[in-house]
């Protein structure tokens, strides 16, 4: 019962951090991409959106398979749990 209890605290962990990534998303790929034009000293528009596009496509990937694993794993362990209290 208890390693479902933190498999519960730990899926929500990375349901919140998913839900960060995928909500601010557009932020931390700008912020990004604003590095890469700045260490590079100059670029293209073109290739200044694609890697700002990129960057928030990255961000949004990665936080929506965090928010994704971790509502598996709160599903089943809520499942899990009433089953073993049911018993």
């Not at 557009?26 to 700002?52: C, I, P, Q």
């Not at 990129?54 to 709160?74: D, E, K, Q, R």
Request: proline content about 0%.
């Amino acid at each position: 019962m208890e390693k479902y209890k933190k498999l519960i605290i730990i899926g929500s962990s990375l349901g919140i951090v998913g839900l960060i990534l995928s909500f601010f998303s557009v932020s931390f790929g700008t912020s990004l991409a604003d590095n890469w034009l700045h260490r590079l000293g100059g670029a293209d528009t073109w290739k200044y959106e694609l890697v700002m596009q990129s960057n928030i496509n990255i961000f949004l990937v990665i936080g929506s398979i965090l928010f994704s694993v971790s509502l598996v794993s709160i599903i089943f362990s809520w499942y899990k749990m009433l089953d073993l209290h049911d018993k």
